[in-house]
């Protein structure tokens, strides 16, 4: 969004104060509200749909496909498409490599294993309709539901089929649910001596710099990096910031992830 | 080849030919820059610069870093940099950034993460470079990567961007384009910070591995990488020197 | 008050289908293809919801204004609205869509672009419209004459992304708009924040920009832009000369007070004061508790808007004196709490009797 020279000038000004005064009056580590629809998609073992107050909307999708171990290597593959950019797209292309490391990074591929030879590969395709500001907080968020309402046929066969040439047999309609940890991420803004949870695109236009903090298996986890929100405003932070920002999350990831499950 | 169908200009007459030159009348660049060289070993590094090695660009470096400890692990960077020249398009009051990475030998590094490593990079040279002083402009970085390697994996994603930080800094400063300050970047196991202002500010910070991701051990991480930072810069700022007083 | 990190809301079953609605407007559905079908000879009442396609009237009588189409000596409609009625003109006024800019509107605008002796201004209509070099008010006073100097900076008096709010000159024979900012009143904006609400929600009135109480200003664009601002002197002016109707001359404060020689503005004074700080890019020092107000103004303006309670300065107020149940200002993003200051709003009128 462009803004003015005035408004930046007012909005920076706010958000460097301490406390922080947020244009929408929100708490430095209060999120924007969501609505989270899941498993909506009948031809996918697990779906969402998350839309948040600012209009920006998320769909996931997680398809299943029964796999030999040996001949792949990655069991997750993650597509990204964001609606008015490019697949090629340096933001499209950097989202998409993230989550794929992340995912393939954080969950056990053991926790796929079907039997000694197959596994279950999936496909997570994310689709996000409409974005204001950098997505990667709501994608996250949109993936976390999606793989937490993901079913999965219930295996019949024998585990073990090293020594048999079986293909794995499953139940006609009993499926089980797919358990496994599942990273989120945040994106926070550092604002002159200030860190903000999920910044508004106006918020991320003066913000100083931003952060990608990774939450997994109960602790804060890789990878963790600068992040770039805006050209014209990008410049250092003391380090004591990158602290504070993972001090934050460390505090509100379980409540979110709460939320979430809720 | 002269008169192809170009209807908006004049042309020339229809059996006219191209201008030749004598290749053996070009004067060849010849190599002064055995004065600059600078083969300097701090630590468990030895760095190895060169300057304006690209003759066609407005700044360039060529950086060697050899680890001590183990022989394989090898970088070898060049750094171009075009610009600034004017931009098209809409009304910019400031420079606009671009970094592009490209491994010229042995293609490694997946496509998205080479993006991933582009953007981190323009993100922290855009809190670096002086941009308003350029308005209606572009300056595009260009990264070579030459080679790379180390002992277990192929590459270390971390040793690189370590590198082209000090690359594109070294490249600034052989193009003249204002920065605010010399800026460096220092590794401890598989976490990169990138400093400046004497390492009380940090400008890009790039964690890959979950080891002491706590609140507390980040400032630990943050230190490690300061005294890397302070030898890369020490090692860059004697380079500096030295090339200038060779030239002098 | 503890508030919610991330509010929740979940949801089953995804997508609401319409048909599976259950819900008592489906006779009213019913009734409009039956029953109140437009007979020959009759016209749609004035106020009708009609549909794209729906007959308005088969009278050839009526001249067919804007969303109706003709066909057959029958008046279609051709978008979703409410039809008006004015003499013989019939049109249908769309619910939704971008703004259509007419003459007087008092509007708020965003550079877009900076041409040759004139900018182009985004004001959220299909077009973007035309303020020309000659229709702005430039440092040194109205008989200033424009010279070559000013066409060549443009951009030091208004550049890309600025925020202006002006009134529409005329119209342009395409639809597009030619603005003016020829008054006082008018100019960039600056000392506040900006938001957008749909269009059709701004209430068209007398008078656009409002004093509200705690020393803030909102100009209520008819586009439906929305600027937020501290109060400035010749707001105060402005309004105490429309409260009062005094004479300019002798104005004070936005309390009417009269008080000679002190802090009295003179509409006439301003403008010859008026010099390259109408076109400043830097905001006044702005108390913290006066931009807590405006961001609980910004606040309450978007609860409005998602409740679709047209805006008007008396509701403003009503909301935002609703809204001080809430002490934090950040729990008013929560749709519940949006929907019941809305209620609260329509409510209040409806005890006053005026809803």
Same mark, same amino acid.
């Given at each position: ?262 | ?39 300097? &070993?701090? #630590? ?5 610069? $060169?300057?304006? %090695?690209?003759?066609?660009? *407005? /700044? ?88 790379? &390697?180390? #002992? ?5 994603? $971390?040793?690189? %961007?370590?590198?082209?930080? *000090? /690359? ?81 | ?355």
């Amino acid at each position: 969004m462009v803004m003015s020279l005035t408004e930046k000038r007012y909005l920076q000004e706010c958000l460097i104060s301490k406390p922080p005064l947020r244009p929408d009056g929100r708490n430095d580590d209060q999120f924007r509200p969501i609505e989270v629809f899941t498993d909506f998609l009948p031809t996918s073992n697990g779906s969402s749909k998350i839309v948040a107050s600012d209009g920006t909307e998320c769909v996931v999708s997680v398809k299943s496909k029964v796999v030999d171990r040996s001949l792949e290597d990655d069991l997750i593959v993650v597509d990204v498409d964001i609606t008015g950019r490019r697949d090629d797209s340096p933001l499209v292309q950097e989202i998409a490599s993230i989550l794929n490391r992340v995912l393939l990074l954080q969950i056990d591929q053991e926790q796929l294993r079907l039997t000694q030879k197959y596994s279950f590969k999936l496909y997570i395709d994310v689709l996000v309709l409409s974005s204001y500001s950098h997505p990667l907080t709501l994608i996250s968020f949109a993936i976390y539901s999606a793989l937490n309402s993901t079913q999965l046929p219930t295996l019949i066969s024998s585990e073990d089929d090293l020594d048999v040439a079986e293909l794995p047999t499953f139940h006609d309609y009993d499926m089980s649910k797919l358990n496994i940890d599942i990273p989120i991420m945040f994106t926070l803004a550092v604002c002159g001596q200030n860190v903000i949870v999920d910044p508004a695109s106006s918020e991320s236009d003066v913000a100083s710099n931003g952060i990608l903090v990774t939450w997994c298996k109960g602790k804060v986890g890789a990878p963790i990096r600068t992040l770039s929100l805006n050209e014209e405003y990008t410049r250092g932070i003391h380090p004591d910031r990158l602290a504070e920002s993972i001090r934050l999350i460390e505090i509100l990831a379980p409540k979110v992830l709460q939320a979430l499950d809720g | 080849m002269l008169n192809t169908t170009d209807r908006r200009r004049i042309l020339g007459p229809a059996n006219a030919k191209p201008l030749v030159f004598d290749r053996s009348s070009v004067p060849v660049e010849e190599n002064q820059e055995s004065a600059k060289k600078s083969s300097v &070993s701090t #630590g468990n590094d030895a760095i190895y610069i $060169e300057n304006g %090695i690209v003759v066609n660009c *407005n /700044g360039s470096s060529y950086l060697e870093v050899r680890s001590r400890t183990n022989d394989k692990n090898c970088t070898l960077l060049l750094t171009s940099i075009y610009g600034p020249r004017p931009s098209r398009g809409a009304f910019n009051a400031k420079a606009t950034l671009s970094v592009q990475f490209k491994e010229v030998t042995l293609e490694k590094i997946a496509a998205g993460q080479i993006k991933e490593i582009c953007t981190f990079l323009t993100n922290v040279f855009n809190a670096v470079v002086n941009l308003e002083r350029y308005p209606k402009s572009g300056i595009d970085v260009f990264l070579s990567l030459i080679h790379s &390697s180390s #002992g277990q994996q192929d590459f270390e994603l $971390e040793s690189i %961007i370590t590198a082209c930080v *000090n /690359g594109i800094t070294l490249a600034f400063v052989d193009a003249g384009i204002e920065i605010l300050d010399t800026v460096s970047a220092g590794m401890y196991k598989r976490n990169v910070t990138a400093f400046m202002k004497n390492g009380t500010e940090v400008v890009g910070f790039w964690k890959d591995d979950d080891e002491q991701s706590s609140s507390e051990n980040i400032l630990e991480i943050v230190e490690k990488c300061k005294e890397h930072y302070l030898t890369n810069r020490k090692t860059m700022i004697e380079f500096m020197v030295r090339n200038k007083n060779a030239s002098d | 008050m503890s508030i919610d990190v991330l509010s929740v809301r979940k949801r089953q079953e995804g997508f609401q289908f319409v048909n599976e609605l259950e819900s008592d407007s489906d006779s009213d559905v019913e009734m409009a293809n039956d029953e109140d079908k437009v007979d020959s000879g009759e016209v749609a009442k004035d106020g009708t919801i009609v549909t794209p396609g729906e007959l308005v009237t088969d009278d050839p009588v009526w001249m067919r204004g804007h969303g109706t189409y003709f066909l057959e000596n029958q008046t279609y409609a051709s978008v979703a609205g409410t039809v008006s009625r004015v003499n013989r003109l019939l049109s249908v006024i769309p619910l939704r869509g971008r703004y259509a800019p007419e003459t007087g509107d008092h509007v708020i605008g965003r550079i877009a672009e900076v041409g040759n002796r004139r900018w182009k201004v985004d004001i959220g209509a299909k077009q973007h419209a035309v303020l020309m070099l000659g229709s702005v008010n430039l440092p040194g006073g109205v008989l200033r004459r424009k010279s070559e100097s000013d066409e060549l900076q443009m951009r030091n008096f208004l550049k890309e992304g600025d925020l202006l709010n002006a009134e529409i000159q005329s119209l342009f024979q395409d639809g597009s708009a030619s603005l003016h900012t020829r008054s006082l009143k008018y100019g960039k904006l600056r000392n506040g924040t900006f938001l957008q609400v749909r269009s059709p929600l701004i209430v068209r009135s007398k008078k656009h920009t409002h004093n509200l109480p705690g020393n803030v200003t909102v100009i209520l664009g008819v586009n439906g832009f929305i600027w937020l601002r501290k109060t400035s002197k010749v707001d105060n002016a402005s309004d105490a000369s429309n409260v009062s109707g005094r004479n300019a001359a002798t104005l004070s404060g936005a309390s009417g007070d009269y008080k000679p020689g002190s802090n009295s503005v003179s509409i006439t004074r301003l403008e010859e004061e008026s010099s390259w700080e109408i076109y400043s890019d830097k905001n006044d020092p702005i108390p913290e508790a006066m931009k807590r107000t405006i961001a609980r103004y910004s606040n309450v303006i978007r609860a409005l808007a998602h409740c679709e309670i047209g805006i008007t300065e008396a509701r403003v107020v009503a909301a935002y004196e609703a809204s001080m149940a809430y002490s934090h200002v950040g729990s008013l993003i929560d749709k519940d709490n949006m929907e019941s200051i809305g209620q609260d709003v329509i409510n209040a009128e409806k005890m006053r009797g005026n809803a």
